[in-house]
């Protein structure tokens, strides 16, 4: 009896010691659940906080523009492709900076208007990088440029194909992006009629600018847009003329103050009046300008002399300006010299601070949060 008590307690001692092991290993193994699950967690969470930037590629297309904004929310939106030519240069250039930035597609690709250095590299990045939809102001309306003609051909026979959305846009639209707001402030030669909210004030700087005479090119056609990322205004309108510009900020101003002013027809001076500078006194301009295109001696000085001005960033040190009107060596991407195709790199935050990577020098400049 006894022994076979000793039995039982020590067959029981068993299945109690087995029990015990089964748990232990059930409860180390849902421990280990636990953990990788807490892991992949503790993981996600420092790769998802660059997310929250709205990040901005000033892609050096040699005095073109192609200006590529990626959101939080991963939407991109490509404003211009470039030039045509140079087996897919600038196209190449567009997609390294997708690629950089983490995206393999481009949902919206922008053409402010139908020059060569807008609409050119469209056929070639289409080639490279799959794209959404196409955002434009409608019709060519400078058919007797050949090439502009050309190049609105060759983006109709892209369309044509039946891949692509094609939105196009009017005053007062908004973008259906997720992660910023995107509205239209010109569009096929119409500009804002009605203030944007917080806007509306008179604009001392008419005063002193003439109204020029009206440019009859694609140039005033251009699409222009306005971004706002949180607290951040951002604005981009294309190679839109100064004749637009009086109609959009005089007499009064109709788009209040910006930070982040993408320069105006890579800063030739048929753009860029002070009645637009001075009055959106944006805290950082960046101009889009080539060596020996764009980047006025008389429109840089505009941009410095604008009241709220911290940075006057330029993507080629511009030869027709010379030492005295370019902003200072560390605010240019591409100095005198061979092609380098150095990028500008904006990461915006939305409290309103941001900072400017300049991919040459690869050192950046913080800007505070605070209009
Ligand atoms: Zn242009």
Same mark, same amino acid.
């Given at each position: 009896?006894?022994?076979?008590?000793?039995?039982?307690?020590?067959?029981?001692?068993? @299945?109690?010691?087995?029990? /015990?092991?089964?748990?232990?290993?059930?409860?180390?193994?849902?421990?280990?659940?636990?953990?990788?699950?807490?892991?992949?967690? /503790?993981? /996600?969470?420092?790769?998802?906080?660059p997310l929250?930037?709205l990040q901005i590629y000033f892609v050096d297309v040699e005095g073109g523009q192609a200006t590529l904004f990626v959101t939080? !929310?991963g939407q991109s939106l490509l404003i211009d492709t470039g030039w045509p030519g140079n087996n897919g240069r600038d196209a190449d250039r567009i997609v390294a900076a997708a690629h950089n930035s983490g995206i393999n597609k481009i949902d919206f690709v922008l053409i402010t208007?139908?020059?060569d250095d807008h609409v050119g590299g469209a056929p070639q990045l289409a080639e490279r990088i799959p794209i959404g939809a196409f955002i434009?102001?409608?019709?060519? %309306? *400078?058919?007797?440029? *050949?090439?502009?003609?050309?190049r609105?051909?060759a983006y109709?026979?892209l369309l044509?194909s039946?891949k692509y959305k094609?939105? =196009?846009?009017?005053?007062?639209?908004?973008?259906?992006i997720?992660?910023?707001?995107?509205?239209? =402030?010109?569009?096929?030669?119409?500009?804002?009629?009605?203030?944007?909210?917080?806007?509306?004030?008179?604009?001392?700087? $008419? !005063?002193?600018?003439?109204?020029?005479?009206?440019?009859?090119?694609?140039?005033?056609?251009?699409?222009?847009?306005?971004?706002?990322?949180? &607290?951040?205004?951002?604005?981009d309108?294309?190679?839109?003329?100064?004749? #637009?510009?009086? *109609?959009?900020? $005089?007499?009064?101003?109709? =788009?209040?103050?910006?930070?982040?002013?993408i320069?105006?027809?890579?800063?030739?001076?048929?753009?860029?009046?002070?009645?637009?500078?001075?009055? =959106?006194?944006? %805290? @950082?301009?960046?101009?889009d300008?080539g060596?020996? #295109?764009?980047?006025?001696?008389?429109?840089?000085?505009?941009? #410095?002399?604008?009241?709220?001005?911290?940075?006057?960033?330029?993507l080629?040190?511009? &030869? &027709?300006?010379?030492?005295?009107?370019? !902003?200072?060596? *560390?605010?240019?991407a591409n100095?005198?010299?061979?092609d380098a195709a150095n990028y500008l790199k904006l990461t915006?935050?939305?409290?309103?601070?941001?900072? @400017?990577f300049?991919s040459r020098?690869?050192?950046?400049?913080?800007?505070?949060?605070?209009?």
């Amino acid at each position: 009896m006894t022994a076979s008590m000793t039995t039982e307690s020590q067959f029981r001692l068993g @299945v109690f010691a087995l029990r /015990a092991f089964t748990l232990a290993v059930l409860y180390a193994a849902l421990g280990l659940v636990a953990f990788v699950a807490f892991d992949s967690v /503790a993981f /996600a969470q420092p790769a998802a906080s660059p997310l929250k930037s709205l990040q901005i590629y000033f892609v050096d297309v040699e005095g073109g523009q192609a200006t590529l904004f990626v959101t939080p !929310a991963g939407q991109s939106l490509l404003i211009d492709t470039g030039w045509p030519g140079n087996n897919g240069r600038d196209a190449d250039r567009i997609v390294a900076a997708a690629h950089n930035s983490g995206i393999n597609k481009i949902d919206f690709v922008l053409i402010t208007h139908y020059h060569d250095d807008h609409v050119g590299g469209a056929p070639q990045l289409a080639e490279r990088i799959p794209i959404g939809a196409f955002i434009d102001h409608g019709e060519n %309306r *400078e058919t007797t440029d *050949e090439a502009t003609q050309k190049r609105w051909l060759a983006y109709q026979q892209l369309l044509s194909s039946g891949k692509y959305k094609r939105i =196009i846009v009017k005053p007062g639209d908004t973008l259906p992006i997720k992660g910023i707001s995107a509205e239209i =402030i010109s569009s096929d030669g119409a500009v804002l009629q009605k203030p944007l909210p917080g806007a509306g004030q008179p604009n001392p700087a $008419c !005063a002193s600018s003439p109204q020029p005479p009206a440019d009859k090119t694609e140039n005033p056609r251009s699409l222009g847009t306005l971004i706002t990322f949180g &607290e951040l205004r951002i604005l981009d309108l294309g190679d839109l003329t100064a004749d #637009k510009e009086r *109609e959009l900020m $005089c007499p009064v101003d109709k =788009i209040g103050h910006v930070d982040i002013y993408i320069a105006s027809h890579h800063g030739f001076n048929q753009s860029g009046s002070a009645s637009l500078v001075h009055a =959106i006194a944006p %805290r @950082v301009a960046i101009v889009d300008n080539g060596a020996t #295109k764009g980047g006025s001696p008389s429109a840089l000085d505009i941009i #410095k002399s604008s009241p709220n001005l911290a940075a006057l960033w330029q993507l080629h040190f511009s &030869e &027709e300006a010379g030492t005295a009107h370019n !902003a200072a060596p *560390e605010f240019i991407a591409n100095p005198s010299g061979p092609d380098a195709a150095n990028y500008l790199k904006l990461t915006a935050n939305p409290d309103g601070s941001f900072s @400017v990577f300049n991919s040459r020098s690869k050192q950046s400049q913080q800007y505070s949060a605070g209009r």
